[in-house]
């Protein structure tokens, strides 16, 4: 698909968007004019004025990219989205249902027959129904499946047969694979011949009869050596190569590392697989981004903006319930000192701050960590070091800011004893908060686990438990006369 | 800068650090055991020895690529950090800082002289240079931009001119500009000529005597289209342009919609001012995405793993002194409420509940709505819609946590009246904590900035202010006998 317009900013995209909410309201509006009006030409008038509305919308479309369709799908309504959806011409709707995130992908595909879909899919590449493949309900599967050839059929079930975060999964099968010993001549008069790259070739694989691959040779060096030589004397045969089953993360981390446009993908037996595209690793990466982001904020998945109250409410329930088990359990905790409280009620004042400052702490350092264990700058040889470093600075930290609080709290209660407790309360609750930031995102990570996934609420839980027991605990044994 | 290896994992790097870290290990041993031998001869052999050391770092690093180079400078403690640097070829230096965070190439160029620097940053582009700017040291700078010529020292301050977040700051120069009425035939030699084609041409610019950008000639077009056809008759004039002054942000999502791998970028009279490039786009997201996370756990800037505990120190403070800010001031709520604690102390410890599961809830609105303004799907057409859903949405879990609630703490403490106030209370902090949810991102971004700095903190201490505060009033107009 070529590149749209050409002078493109978010101004346009929000005024095509402006543009189809006028036209889908003026549709909304005249059909409900006319299922008031007493007219027995009703419903032919009804259906010309739905076809120029009908029309106007399509129009609109065909001049679109799949991508800004995409975006414009994301944010109508579900019921707008479904009279848009229907304007879509066919050809397009298998690269809009690609583009589009996964919440509104259901609700699209969710109103299509099974050979509405068939046909849909009958458009895309092997790697491109891959992606919608989980999407898709089995009997249209069974009916796609059936409509490709072997090749076809055999690249599906290769991208399929690799779980989601292996190279193997991201992989497309737009390689052109050529002999080393053709000339750059005989490879051009090639290339005129096909009459189109894959998108995103910026240079050939070179393999040998076992399909195994030599070398790669860039477009750029076709392009600047002489077409009398050899592939053998301009290949280059220092390059990147990918498994299959390698780590997508890693694959990302090498593409910007090495600035990669594209780079084989190889079995184990180092026999070509396929081809690994930035844009594919731009798309797992702002994916992964995000995700990271709204673990962080405790929603399970990405959601439709206008996706039902009900699948929304499903999709924040398991981090809340979470949260209520462990808010649960740190109120266990003050339960545990209510007489103590009852001596000097401004415990029950001044025990949040503990608590919440040693959160802070800890998600800083395990922030900090789990970025580092993502870089892969995290080894057996560096980690004492970083412990102890890290450890210096909660002491630092806690020292001066349990200084300050404990100033505060003099100002605030004139207790010197009530204060002093505090301080120490504070500094001891920020080493345990970097002790617990430390470990669980390492010990998941040794585990083989993400390190992101659930720190933030264990963490919480736990600086919160600690800090209130820490700080009554000091209380009860000092300043209350037993 | 060619890619490296031939199979690469992150195993291979891992390896790599080791090896450098054992050979740095080692020439850190000799020199103590040498410092406490007794021997005439010692600073002889001392220097031989540390020789013989150096030569074998210095051959370790000139086999790798300058990122790998980067990643092994990162993952380094301080002091064998500054003998790797040393070891490191002045050719690669200068790419290597590109590659480096932004903390670890402070320390890397405090060390160094501005002659030293100036050298260094004699073998890199404008762009680049660019790059480095704001970390040189303004005499070095001064070196550079003498030794710079009038074109380079033009392209330098072409970008030094744009703000960070501008198309301008983020474009290279490295673009071929042709001329409509050439063949391809011309095209092609003209590029043999050259003998190679700047990194991540995929297309060649095709621009009027006025310079401004009429089409794009890709590759790929160069490449299946007859020799004797002219620039015009092939060069596609439907494609994607971005201005100077456009956000990068804008931008880089654009890459992502059309998949994109270099674009002109023009000034407002639609004259080719430079590039834009995946490669640059990767690095954006990436540093966005980063940023996002660590300002969410209350980390201003991204660390040097290894940095002095005081300058760590430093940059985790600014979040931590507005936390203890807004600390004190849910603990004054809680102290306008302490006679009604003595009453039923209970209350104590039911009160941190409902207070972090509305920050919870709250969280989660305002990270989706974040997430959603980030990629423009929030528009003035369907902002309503959205709120309706939230206040929906919050009134649904709120209703049916408040209950849940309830009954927990029913469970513990058998008191009807209290459980009851425990629902409502809970049930009004999650409306409250949606409203500010939406609010915050909404207003600030309506204002023009950035709707995710600041949001979490704020929202967290009107949720637990609220909380507390909603909570303790119910329980005294309700449960107290006054």
């Given amino acids: 698909m070529e590149t749209p317009d050409k002078l493109l900013t978010a101004q346009f995209l929000q005024h095509q968007l402006q543009e189809v909410i006028k036209l889908l309201e003026k549709q909304q509006l005249e059909k409900s004019l006319l299922e008031r009006a007493p007219t027995t030409r009703h419903e032919l008038l009804e259906a010309v004025l739905h076809k120029q509305q009908q029309t106007r919308l399509q129009e609109k479309f065909a001049a679109l990219h799949p991508a800004d369709i995409a975006y414009i799908l994301e944010s109508l309504p579900l019921d707008q989205r479904k009279i848009a959806w229907n304007a879509i011409n066919t050809h397009l709707d298998g690269q809009v249902l690609l583009e589009v995130s996964d919440a509104v992908r259901h609700t699209l595909i969710s109103g299509m027959a099974a050979e509405e879909l068939a046909t849909v899919a009958g458009n895309l590449d092997a790697d491109e129904l891959a992606d919608l493949a989980a999407d898709l309900p089995k009997r249209a599967m069974l009916k796609i499946l059936r409509s490709l050839n072997s090749v076809e059929r055999s690249h599906l079930n290769a991208i399929l047969s690799y779980p989601d975060n292996q190279v193997g999964a991201l992989m497309d099968f737009g390689m052109i694979a050529i002999r080393d010993d053709m000339t750059l001549k005989a490879i051009s008069s090639y290339i005129r011949k096909l009459g189109k790259l894959p998108s995103h070739t910026d240079k050939l694989f070179v393999v040998d009869p076992y399909n195994q691959v030599k070398g790669i040779l860039p477009l750029q060096r076709l392009l600047t050596h002489a077409p009398s030589l050899h592939v053998e004397q301009v290949m280059v045969t220092d390059f990147v190569v990918f498994q299959t089953d390698q780590d997508s993360a890693e694959a990302s981390r090498a593409f910007e590392r090495y600035d990669l446009i594209s780079a084989p993908v190889v079995d184990p037996d180092g026999k070509l697989q396929g081809r690994l595209c930035v844009d594919n690793i731009m798309d797992f990466i702002r994916e992964k981004a995000a995700e990271d982001l709204l673990i962080q904020a405790g929603v399970t998945e990405e959601e ?21 088990v462990t808010a649960f359990a740190s109120t266990r905790i003050i339960g545990l000192f209510e007489d103590v409280i009852l001596q000097l009620v401004a415990l029950a004042s001044l025990m949040p701050i503990v608590a919440a400052m040693g959160g802070n ?21 560096n980690v004492r ?6 450890l210096a600075l909660a002491t630092l930290n806690g020292t001066l800011i349990g200084l300050l609080i404990g100033m505060l709290s003099l100002l605030l ?4 004893a009530l204060s002093a407790v505090m301080s120490i309360a504070m500094l001891i609750n920020m080493l345990v908060a970097v002790i617990v930031g430390l470990g669980i995102p390492l010990l998941r990570h ?30 009860s044994l000092f300043l209350i006369a037993n």
């Fill in 385 to 390: 070091r970083l412990i102890k470093k890290e």
């Fill in 413 to 416: 209660y004139r207790d010197l």
């Fill in 446 to 475: 040794k585990f083989g686990k993400d390190p992101a996934v659930g720190t933030s609420v264990i963490l919480t839980s736990i600086t919160d438990s600690m800090g209130f027991f820490i700080f009554l605990g000091l209380a």
């Fill in 361 to 381: 702490t800890g998600n800083q350092t395990s922030m900090l960590i789990i970025r580092s264990l993502a870089l892969g700058q995290i080894t057996p040889a």
């Fill in 304 to 324: 439709d903006l206008f996706s039902s109250v009900w699948k929304s409410a499903k999709n924040r329930w398991g981090w809340l319930l979470v949260n209520i």
